[in-house]
């Protein structure tokens, strides 16, 4: 079964960007759906963006036009890159993959802080 391994996180001020990567140890190719998923303290985890097949990206209301989601299967990889940041988008961050067998893969999570 494919690894996933998320980097990337950190704090930062409102206002800032972070990259999250998302590295696979296998190929993505045949991977019918790669996101990003995030559960702030106390609240349930939610679906923040997620690419299906060879589809545009869909994101949640709250995330638009500030993250965008790519995937890279040359480099097995899956990234989100967050602008403008809020102190809302606070949250652990989980990478998150339906295979090729529709088994579904997520990886431990990395941690995003954003300050006021």
């Known amino acids: 079964q494919v690894q996933l391994v998320e980097s990337g996180g950190g704090l930062v001020q409102a206002g800032g960007s972070l990259r999250l990567s998302c590295a696979a140890s296998?190929?993505?190719?045949?991977?019918?759906?790669m996101g990003w998923y995030r559960q702030a303290p106390g609240k349930q985890r939610e679906l923040v963006a997620i690419?299906?097949?060879?589809?545009?990206?869909n994101y949640i209301d709250s995330v638009k036009g500030r993250f965008t989601l790519s995937r890279d299967n040359a480099k097995n990889s899956l990234y989100l890159q967050m602008n403008s940041l809020k102190p809302e988008d606070t949250a652990v961050y989980y990478c998150y993959a339906v295979d090729g067998h529709y088994q579904h893969l997520w990886g431990q999570g990395t941690q995003v802080t954003i300050s006021s």
């Open positions: 690419i299906t097949g060879s589809g545009s990206p």
């Open positions: 296998g190929s993505i190719f045949s991977f019918n759906a």
